[in-house]
């Protein structure tokens, strides 16, 4: 689900306020997602409450936003964009928007607890088909073997 930005302005900073982070993921539980994305006051995801947020395009984009102040970057984050090139797929890094989202072939999010998770339903509606896809089922098969290697 989608929940508007409440969070301090430096998120990328690493500290333990996660009290909007925990509000925010108990929201998702109440309303039987698993995760809430933060949306920014310009309709841009800017990640989950535990996770960083990301989309795969018609054109077979695979789309996060940049790293800055408004994200926390995430090792599992860089894997997965090694990962991304090692596939020979292209990666774009810029905000999208939740209606992106939803119109998106699929999506899924990172985390060091979840790897790569696809995400099937944002605000109740699905995500491409419904069920995950072969971008992050193959990024997720994919993790473990590149991050030994590297």
Sequence with gaps: ????????ARVDIKSIALLPN????????????????????DGYVTEGASSNAWIVTDRDEVVTR????????GISREVVKEVVASKGLTLVERPFTVAEAHAARESFVTAASQIV???????????????????AAALR????AHAEVT
């Design 1 to 8: 689900m989608t929940l508007p930005e409440t969070r301090w």
């Design 117 to 135: 998770m696809p995400v099937v339903r944002i605000d109740g509606r699905p995500v491409g088909t419904g069920a995950p896809g072969a971008v």
């Design 22 to 41: 925990v509000l925010a993921k108990q929201a998702a539980r109440e309303q039987g997602a698993r995760e809430a994305w933060f949306v920014d006051r």
């Design 141 to 144: 098969a994919s993790f473990h």
């Design 66 to 73: 940049p790293v800055g102040p408004d994200i926390l970057r």
